[in-house]
T-cell receptor, first 112, second 114 residues
Framework: DGGITQSPKYLFRKEGQNVTLSCEQN?????MYWYRQDPGQGLRLIYY???????QKGDIAEGYSVSREKKESFPLTVTSAQKNPTAFYLC???????????FGEGSRLTVL | AQKVTQAQTEISVVEKEDVTLDCVYE???????LFWYKQPPSGELVFLIR??????QNEISGRYSWNFQKSTSSFNFTITASQVVDSAVYFC???????????FGQGTELSVKP
């Protein structure tokens, strides 16, 4: 089945550790995105990529890093520089225009 | 700058009631796209509808209907005869003429009680 796969679904991390969230899509979409969702809030854009080997910062990129070496994959690393990393992370992909996003099931990160 | 406002944080209704979720947007683009998503308790966002700025026709899909009015920059969503399964957080979103990245509203949590 076509879709977006995020892993892991739940992740616990100690303060000071980096952690990488995986996102893979088999929809042949050019664009991929990472959003962060905090309780009772909307989604905020972390990073996005419209083409392989290129990506742009979103509204809250500080403390995060990404790579786009393959069209299918867009991993997100939450670094120790991210002050409040506990959140729900959602990966999405789309064709560029008109661009409705298709989302994965999300990864819930908890920092202990 | 682009912005989406969903003024209703939480709405609670009894099953079979009709309910309207409000969405107001701001953009300077001539061409833009509006979306509604549903987020059930499982967490995954489900795409419901897309509208482009040149198409002001209202749309109906089963119990769901959408009212797009450029004059008031609104894209409201109505659920007719609500059901318990409609309980979720609903997000309105906007993308500009380049497409791609979406700007989301804060979401409206709908609770439908039996």
């Amino acid at each position: 089945d076509g879709g977006i796969t995020q892993s892991p679904k739940y992740l616990f991390r100690k303060e000071g550790q980096n952690v990488t969230l995986s996102c893979e899509q088999n929809l042949n979409h050019d664009a991929m995105y990472w959003y962060r969702q905090d309780p009772g809030q909307g989604l905020r854009l972390i990073y996005y990529s419209q083409i392989v080997n290129d990506f742009q910062k979103g509204d809250i990129a500080e403390g995060y890093s990404v790579s786009r070496e393959k069209k299918e994959s867009f991993p997100l690393t939450v670094t120790s520089a991210q002050k409040n990393p506990t959140a729900f992370y959602l990966c999405a992909s789309s064709i560029l225009v008109p661009g409705e996003l298709f989302f994965g099931e999300g990864s819930r990160l908890t920092v202990l | 700058a682009q912005k989406v406002t969903q003024a209703q944080t939480e709405i609670s209704v009894v099953e079979k009631e009709d309910v309207t979720l409000d969405c107001v947007y701001e953009t300077r683009d001539t061409t833009y796209y509006l979306f509604w998503y549903k987020q059930p308790p499982s967490g995954e966002l489900v795409f419901l509808i897309r509208r482009n700025s040149f198409d002001e026709q209202n749309e109906i899909s089963g119990r769901y209907s959408w009212n797009f009015q450029k004059s008031t920059s609104s894209f409201n969503f109505t659920i007719t005869a609500s059901q318990v399964v409609d309980s979720a957080v609903y997000f309105c979103a906007l993308s500009g003429e380049q497409g791609g990245k979406l700007i989301f509203g804060q979401g409206t949590e709908l609770s439908v009680k039996p």
